[in-house]
């Protein structure tokens, strides 16, 4: 089994982000792992859940590396569950608390 590799940088819109950014409300945001793996995160967002789409970006080629969905209401206190599933899975890969941690899960 492999392990996740850690992020080594976030942007949104092109510009460097903290850990401590709110990634929940951005639409978009690319990353950088420690293994220079680059990866673009989209948000869907209907009444009852947001989903993000994890894509990998190799040299031109794109390859899905997960889903990861947090159900409404994610204001209340104790709801912050973050849900990831890893390509074609049926049942969640695991959860996180946090977005940063969450898409870190799918990547390799």
Do not use: C
């Amino acid at each position: 089994m492999s392990s996740s590799a850690n992020i080594a940088l976030v942007t949104v819109d092109g510009s460097e982000v903290s850990r401590d950014y709110d990634l929940d409300a951005v639409p978009e945001f690319e990353f950088v792992t420690d293994e220079n793996d680059s990866y673009r995160v989209v948000m869907e967002e209907t009444e009852s859940e947001r989903t993000w789409t994890v894509t990998r970006v190799d040299s031109g080629h794109e390859s899905e590396a997960g889903t990861v969905r947090h159900e409404k209401p994610w204001l209340i206190f104790g709801s912050s569950a973050h849900r990831y599933f890893k390509p074609g899975a049926t049942f969640s890969s695991g959860f996180q608390n946090d977005l940063w941690n969450a898409v870190q899960s799918l990547a390799e």
